[in-house]
């Protein structure tokens, strides 16, 4: 799926910036009014003007009070192989009316991005409202073109880790958590991209083969129903032969050996009758293909008369050969009463027959799982080690998009404001640098925008923070430490240093410590304490004085 590297100064300090994950993502991934845009631009002769763009968002998701920033990796690749091809400068050509001059065509033919800058927050970052998670500055034709996909490219990543952080949140640190939402993403690439940035949330691992291989994000996964059920009797495994752990000696009839197991367990307390034996046989079998990795479905028929009894002769059968099984998935039924009920027999078993370990066997739960989910089995009491969880999450059901934006704050350093009768759909102009201060106990307080030439807040100084557009909404911070959150990732042909992109990893590891940083109340599920975004006393004035002068004055009669 990797596309090819094939754009202008595409080095990441001498290491070559591939494109994007996803073939698809070209220049033709937009919308046609930003061609339409471009070429009124060059008619104009305006194309070439220096514009500075901010991309943001308006409100955290699921109502919560907080947002996981992702996505900038693939926008960096993407600009840094923006090319267009002959086939596509011929489709924009059909595209377009028959008016358009044939220059505009030529144009296109010679653009990249070696022109263009791109400031951004970390990935992985915890962000909020309003503050710019990318400042893009460039020739505004050029610019204009990137809206669209860095839109899409931003909203969908950022919504799905912020899902996922959520998840995590909710189940605890503990817990395995497992995205198993493969089949039923927005397509391929809703799928590919879910898997990533589900990891980048905090999810452990992936049912999904093709994000295991691109991003090398850890990979789970058992059998389905369907094999349990393709099994009639034990009479269909053919070789029964399974070799002792240490190699020391072969069992050559494990079906036997774990019949046996079978009967001890049913005798015990004479609590079992019969098991089905499909069932049996199909855990037997796969057993014999993975004796070290042993992990079964068990709610097929019925989990507590049959799925445990059948899994634990088959584990144990397995333990007198020096393996270790698993556990077992639940996939249905009252996940909270099952996993104690199933912790217990595990506990019972080790007890019975001295099985180091075994009452300690994973517990795995799956079943259209949810954070509404997650958190009441945290209050009914459960047993469960493990949560794969997919549709829920990867389709983000909670809400359908982050709503990011891209504005224009300034032209020929010009600062330009967007109005709107709907104040939090007015622009903060210019261009700005991003503070992040924080207080004495380490949390971070408050996110301040200030103009790009006043001096940085400074550790030990008493700061104003006012509220962008409400007047009495204003705090004095004395901060403890100050982050500086825009840095630079890309710069075309300058010389300037910027940013390495850092593997899928160190960003995860950055969105885990990120949210460990969060104050509690700022966290919680129900009815988080808003975290507050502010902007300088010199920029709150600039922003006022530019609001008046650009509104028009109405006039009664």
């Not at 995590?168 to 817990?175: I, L, P, T």
């Not at 209050?379 to 949560?387: I, N, S, W």
Request: aromatic share 10%.
């Amino acid at each position: 799926m990797e596309a090819k590297a094939n754009g202008p100064n595409n080095q990441d300090s001498g290491r070559v910036i591939h494109g994007p994950t996803n073939p698809m993502v070209t220049p033709l991934l937009t919308d046609l009014y930003q061609f339409t845009m471009a070429y009124a631009y060059w008619k104009a002769g305006k194309h070439q003007e220096r514009a500075v763009f901010d991309l943001y968002f308006r409100k955290n998701p699921f109502g919560g009070e907080y947002t996981v920033f992702a996505g900038l990796e693939e926008c960096i690749r993407f600009i840094a192989n923006f090319k267009f091809t002959e086939e596509e400068i011929k489709f924009i050509q059909q595209s377009l009316p028959i008016s358009c001059e044939d220059g505009f065509f030529d144009y296109l033919r010679g653009i990249d991005c070696s022109n263009v800058e791109v400031y951004a927050i970390p990935e992985g970052s915890v962000v909020f409202p309003k503050i710019p998670l990318l400042r893009i500055e460039g020739p505004i034709a050029v610019v204009q073109l990137l809206e669209t996909p860095f839109v899409n490219l931003i909203n969908y990543a950022s919504l799905v880790t912020t899902n996922a952080a959520r998840h995590r949140f909710v189940a605890g640190k503990s817990k395995l958590l497992l995205e198993f939402g493969l089949r039923r993403a927005q397509g391929p690439d809703g799928g590919v991209s879910a898997s990533k940035y589900c990891y980048v949330g905090g999810f452990d691992a992936t049912s999904n083969v093709a994000a295991g291989r691109l991003f090398g994000i850890p990979l789970r996964g058992t059998h389905s129903h369907a094999f349990v059920s393709s099994y009639m009797s034990l009479d269909e495994i053919i070789d029964k032969s399974l070799r002792r752990n240490d190699g020391s000696s072969t069992c050559e009839d494990f079906v036997s050996l774990v019949q046996s197991w079978l009967s001890k367990i049913q005798s015990l307390r004479g609590i079992f009758g019969e098991t089905n034996q499909s069932e049996l046989a199909a855990f037997t079998s796969y057993a014999l293909a993975f004796p070290d990795s042993f992990l079964a479905l068990v709610d097929t028929y019925d989990v507590m008369r049959s799925g445990i009894p059948n899994f634990c002769a088959v584990a144990l059968a397995l333990s007198e050969l020096g393996y270790k099984a698993i556990g077992i998935r639940l996939d249905s039924g009252d996940l909270a009463y099952l996993s104690c009920e199933v912790r217990k027999f595990f506990c019972s078993i080790e007890k019975e027959f001295g099985v180091p370990g075994f009452g300690k066997m994973s517990i795995t739960a799956s079943n259209d799982l949810n954070e509404e989910t997650l958190d009441a089995l945290n209050k009914q009491g459960h047993e469960v080690d493990a949560f794969g969880i997919g549709t829920y999450l990867v389709t983000c059901f909670a809400q359908a998009a982050l709503g990011v934006v891209f504005k224009l704050v300034e032209i020929n350093n010009q600062p330009r404001i967007k109005l709107s009768e709907d104040v939090s759909k007015v622009s903060i102009p210019c261009k700005k640098r991003c503070y992040r201060l924080y207080g004495k106990e380490g949390y971070p307080l408050v996110d301040i925008m200030t103009g790009e030439n006043e001096p940085s807040p400074k550790v030990g100084e008493r700061i104003l923070c006012r509220h962008p557009f409400q007047e009495s909404k204003r705090a004095y911070v004395v901060p403890q430490q100050v982050e500086e959150l825009l840095r630079c990732y890309w710069n075309g042909s300058s010389d300037k240093k910027r940013e390495t992109l850092p593997p899928l990893k160190d960003i995860r590891d950055r969105c885990i410590k990120q949210l460990e940083q969060m104050r509690p109340d700022h966290m919680r599920r129900l009815n988080p304490t808003p975290y507050k975004v502010s902007v300088s006393a010199k920029l709150y004035d600039f922003i006022h004085f530019l609001w008046l002068n650009e509104a028009p004055v109405g006039e009664l009669q």
